[in-house]
């Protein structure tokens, strides 16, 4: 069991090293996430139809953040808060309980590394 969990814990950093990058500098950068879905889809054993909904879903993702970096202030945390919901709920309804809660560590992660949770 202690193995396990070991691996576990060692699986999870170093992904999410892999997907949190550097803290950016220049905050309209902030909100262009470049996730490798490849990397992402064997991270999270997804099969081929949850692959392509992944992918689907990440593009949603990025056009929705993409349009809050546009907006100012508190329409843009607004718009922020609403496309991470949005991306919660489909990939929720996309993957089992196990992937789900595996993606959503990533995401958020990756989302603090980037300056866009508060």
Same mark, same amino acid.
């Given at each position: 069991?202690?193995?396990?969990?070991?691996?576990?814990?060692?699986? @999870?950093?170093?992904?999410?090293?892999?997907?949190?990058?550097?803290?950016?500098v220049?905050? =309209?950068? &902030? $909100?262009?996430? %470049?996730?490798?879905?490849?990397?992402?889809?064997k991270?999270?054993?997804?099969?081929?139809?949850?692959?392509?909904?992944?992918?689907?879903?990440?593009?949603?993702?990025?056009?929705? @953040?993409?349009?809050?970096?546009?907006?100012?202030?508190?329409?843009?945390?607004?718009?922020? =808060?609403? &496309? $991470?919901?949005? %991306?919660?709920?489909?990939?929720?309804?996309?993957?089992?309980?196990?992937?789900?809660?595996?993606?959503?560590?990533?995401?958020?992660?990756?989302?603090?590394?980037?300056?866009?949770?508060?």
């Amino acid at each position: 069991m202690k193995k396990i969990v070991l691996t576990v814990v060692a699986m @999870l950093s170093m992904t999410t090293s892999t997907f949190a990058g550097n803290e950016v500098v220049n905050k =309209k950068d &902030a $909100f262009i996430l %470049n996730e490798n879905i490849e990397s992402l889809t064997k991270y999270l054993n997804l099969n081929e139809q949850q692959a392509k909904d992944a992918k689907d879903i990440h593009t949603l993702l990025c056009q929705d @953040l993409q349009k809050a970096s546009e907006a100012t202030g508190a329409d843009r945390d607004m718009l922020i =808060k609403l &496309a $991470f919901k949005r %991306n919660y709920m489909y990939m929720h309804i996309a993957l089992d309980f196990e992937q789900y809660s595996k993606y959503l560590r990533v995401l958020n992660a990756t989302a603090n590394n980037l300056g866009l949770n508060k």
